[in-house]
């Protein structure tokens, strides 16, 4: 069956979109609204902007990718479709960070899980940050609009065995599970969510607010990096960019200048905080780059007596949030459990170990079920979450401290883990860490095993695929870099609009929360620099 | 004996991470950062790919020898769609590796890479994998992750591992 590609359909019906690696000569271009990123804030961006009569530009660093495209190979999703080809560090190189970088952002390559902010983190938002305007009630039509237009809905197909596992642990176990939420429609479960989906079932960006912004005439810049804003008399001027080289990953010789009347930040929580520092923006209050959180990502893999086949099927459906709820959101750190799709390079990198020991949990890679926690970071003095910089050449890195609190937190998380897994009936499992070498096969030997295991920042292998703040939003200008509706507390024509402008980590995979949050805020700003009300989210 | 000969190593091996970490990272080098392994790097890495895949790579010799180039052509391509800042790390860590001061005290390899004892490489591996020292911990993971990600991304390592590839549609 032939599958349609909507954004070769729309380049044929001339979309105005500029690959700048291959531009020849400088490039000056004015609209209305320049946005910085293409992910779930810059798409819900474009799309509310360009409904309300703006002229918008969307400037992307990665490539412009679709269906077409998109062949369901970690050798060529992960160069083409992620930062760093997936192997994005941090500063001492012990969190590997997953992040997109092609249009459409993270949204074309995760994992479609979908949750709404926790009331919880929402109350210590109210609470720590002075966000009261962004309370349960008023954030609910901005979710029921944006779960319509992403067709968010409960995922009625048998949860694929890595994920049931997961449920039926932790019904032995007696501790709640519930069923993920997914932005799809006519999801083939397939399974190769985070390669891009190759169905246009995944209603990411890349075929939703991005195309709608399009057909509305918005024009979108790809292969360029948004260099720094020049400011003028306490505003934005203009915003400098670099077409990237060919392979994509260099500064190439052309210069792109971009004017507007106003400028929105999209670039994700290590982009956004980064344009704003080589920009040299007003920061009197020390917050920009601050606060940035991860979820670090602990991880248990399992050996099970049957095929698991974790590459097959929608990747996460299965979720439990037990450990969330043992006490107050600022107690000990809590973490969400989940299962994450098992693919040969990303399992096989994520596995300690080398040679005979790494092959012999290789071998049995069909029978291997994995869990993941997402530790909730950021709602305790003891999680301070980490600080974006630069390098010398101007390119962003986080510094992320793994603090005693945290490492708590993961034990814990190690912990539940294994216990769950030989409820659900594994023959041994292996706490991903360096000095675990053959695993444990009782959940007593493994109580004893992770209990003794030295946590440390690189024995201890640690992932993130939700990275939050950075530009925080708070009450008043001490406390954030921006206001509630995301705009910037000292520069009048600039907004910052993804998942930046958390101030804590969300405590769920953070897509919805983005989605809802910019959806309320570019409707504001529509209004503001329309003096009409926003267009209806559609 | 086995304690002065620690020290030593200790001494020196702190100098050598002290140059290490001298050189330049992602700063004016970056910018005009390397995109392909020179012979030496790829040696080194030739060296220790079926150390690192000790069981997975095929054990025909002929077979070997294509998957261990194919592994290292894999690297390769892998650092060569890093940023600079990346590229500028990894070359400065393979140029450690093949500089035979550090080879001998920080890797305790003695022979020259392609002469080293599969058991001298993997002895290497395990020290990296558990120093003290975070540069090397971290430059053990990183030869782990490119070299088992270049394998695992070819289709000629699925069979072994009953992975099936993703279905046609």
């Known amino acids: 069956m032939a599958i349609s590609d909507p954004i070769r359909e729309g380049l044929a019906r001339?979309?105005?979109?500029?690959?700048?690696?291959?531009?020849?000569?400088?490039?000056?271009?004015?609209?209305?609204?320049v946005v910085v990123g293409t992910g779930a804030g810059g798409g819900v961006t474009a799309e509310i902007l360009t409904r309300a009569g703006l002229a918008v530009i969307l400037v992307e660093e990665g490539g412009l990718k679709s269906s077409s495209d998109f062949k369901m190979r970690e050798s060529e999703a992960y160069p083409e479709l992620y930062q760093e080809s997936a192997a994005r560090k941090t500063l001492d190189k012990s969190i590997n960070i997953l992040q997109g970088r092609t249009v459409g952002g993270s949204t074309t390559i995760n994992w479609t899980s979908s949750f709404r902010t926790p009331p919880a983190t929402l109350e210590y938002w109210q609470s720590e940050f002075g966000l009261a305007d962004l309370g349960r009630e008023a954030l609910a039509p901005w979710f029921e609009r944006m779960e319509a237009r992403l067709d968010v809905a409960p995922w009625n197909v048998a949860p694929n065995e890595n994920n049931d596992l997961?449920?039926?642990?932790?019904?032995?176990?007696?501790?709640?599970?519930?069923?993920?939420?997914?932005?799809?429609?006519?999801?083939?479960?397939?399974?190769?969510?985070?390669m891009g989906c190759p169905t246009n079932a995944k209603q990411s960006m890349l075929v939703t607010t991005i195309p709608s912004a399009l057909d509305a005439g918005a024009r979108l810049l790809t292969r360029a990096r948004a260099e720094r804003l020049r400011f003028a008399h306490g505003s934005v001027e203009s915003l400098e960019?670099?077409?990237?080289?060919?392979?994509?990953?260099?500064?190439?010789?052309?210069?792109?200048?971009?004017?507007?009347?106003?400028?929105?930040?999209?670039?994700?929580?290590?982009?956004?905080?980064?344009?704003?520092?080589?920009?040299?923006?007003?920061d009197p209050y020390r917050n920009l780059g601050a606060?940035?959180?991860?979820?670090?990502?602990?991880?248990?893999?399992?050996?099970?007596?049957?095929?698991?086949?974790?590459?097959?099927?929608?990747?996460?459906?299965?979720?439990?949030?037990?450990?969330?709820?043992?006490?107050?959101?600022?107690?000990?750190?809590?973490?969400?459990?989940?299962?994450?799709?098992?693919?040969?390079?990303?399992?096989?990198?994520?596995?300690?170990g080398f040679g005979a020991q790494h092959k012999r949990l290789m071998k049995e890679f069909a029978n291997v079920h994995a869990l993941l926690a997402l530790l909730r970071d950021g709602f305790n003095p003891e999680s301070p979450g980490g600080m974006v910089g630069l390098r010398n050449d101007g390119s962003p890195v986080l510094s992320y401290p793994m603090t005693p609190f945290i490492w708590d937190g993961a034990r814990r998380a190690l912990l539940a883990m294994a216990e769950l897994q030989f409820a659900a009936?594994?023959?041994?499992?292996?706490?991903?860490?360096?000095?675990?070498?053959?695993?444990?096969?009782?959940?007593?030997?493994?109580?004893?095993?992770?209990?003794?295991?030295?946590?440390?920042?690189?024995?201890?292998?640690l992932v993130s695929a939700h990275v939050m703040g950075g530009c925080g939003m708070a009450?008043?200008?001490?406390?954030?870099?921006?206001?509630?509706?995301?705009?910037?507390?000292?520069?009048?024509?600039?907004?910052?609009?993804d998942g930046s402008l958390f101030p804590t980590s969300i405590g769920a995979n953070p897509q919805l929360s983005i989605y809802a949050l910019v959806a309320r805020n570019a409707s504001l700003l529509a209004e503001a620099l329309t003096k009409r009300p926003a267009p209806a989210i559609a | 004996m086995q304690r002065r000969a620690f020290l030593r190593t200790g001494i020196a091996g702190a100098a050598l991470l002290a140059v290490a970490a001298r050189l330049p990272a992602g700063s004016a080098r970056a910018e005009?950062?390397?995109?392909?392994?020179?012979?030496?790097?790829?040696?080194?890495?030739?060296?220790?790919?079926?150390?690192?895949?000790?069981?997975?790579?095929?054990?025909?010799?002929?077979?070997?020898?294509?998957?261990?180039?194919?592994?290292?052509d894999g690297v390769s391509q892998t650092i060569a769609g890093m940023p600079p800042a990346t590229r500028a790390e990894l070359g400065e860590l393979f140029m450690l590796l093949d500089l035979a001061p550090a080879r001998r005290l920080l890797a305790g390899v003695s022979a020259p890479w392609p002469e080293a004892s599969a058991e001298e490489i993997a002895a290497f591996l395990q020290k990296w994998?558990?120093?003290?020292?975070?540069?090397?911990?971290?430059?053990?993971?990183?030869?782990?992750?490119l070299i088992i990600a270049a394998w695992y991304a070819q289709p000629e390592s699925w069979p072994a591992i009953g992975y099936p590839g993703a279905r046609e549609i």
């Open chain 2, 129 to 145: 994998r558990s120093s003290r020292f975070a540069l090397l911990q971290s430059g053990y993971q990183a030869l782990h992750d």
């Open chain 1, 475 to 497: 009450g008043d200008p001490r406390r954030g870099v921006v206001d509630s509706r995301g705009r910037h507390w000292q520069i009048g024509n600039l907004s910052v609009q």
């Open chain 1, 425 to 461: 009936g594994a023959k041994r499992v292996y706490p991903v860490h360096e000095q675990v070498v053959d695993g444990y096969g009782t959940w007593k030997e493994a109580k004893e095993g992770i209990e003794r295991l030295p946590l440390v920042p690189l024995q201890t292998r």
């Open chain 1, 166 to 194: 997961l449920r039926r642990g932790a019904e032995k176990l007696g501790i709640s599970s519930g069923l993920i939420r997914r932005n799809v429609r006519g999801c083939w479960n397939l399974g190769y969510c985070g």
């Open chain 1, 241 to 282: 960019c670099r077409a990237l080289d060919a392979a994509g990953t260099d500064a190439g010789p052309q210069r792109i200048t971009l004017r507007a009347r106003h400028y929105v930040l999209a670039a994700g929580a290590i982009g956004s905080p980064a344009v704003l520092l080589r920009s040299a923006a007003p």
């Open chain 1, 14 to 33: 001339g979309w105005k979109v500029t690959d700048a690696s291959r531009l020849t000569r400088d490039l000056v271009l004015e609209a209305d609204v």
């Open chain 2, 32 to 72: 005009g950062a390397a995109r392909a392994l020179g012979a030496s790097d790829r040696a080194v890495l030739a060296a220790i790919v079926p150390v690192m895949l000790a069981g997975a790579l095929p054990a025909e010799a002929e077979a070997h020898r294509k998957a261990v180039a194919s592994v290292v």
């Open chain 1, 291 to 352: 606060r940035t959180f991860l979820h670090p990502v602990v991880i248990s893999s399992a050996l099970m007596p049957e095929a698991v086949d974790g590459y097959k099927g929608a990747p996460q459906t299965v979720y439990s949030d037990h450990y969330l709820e043992q006490g107050p959101v600022s107690g000990p750190i809590g973490f969400k459990l989940e299962a994450p799709p098992i693919h040969p390079v990303l399992y096989g990198i994520t596995l300690q």
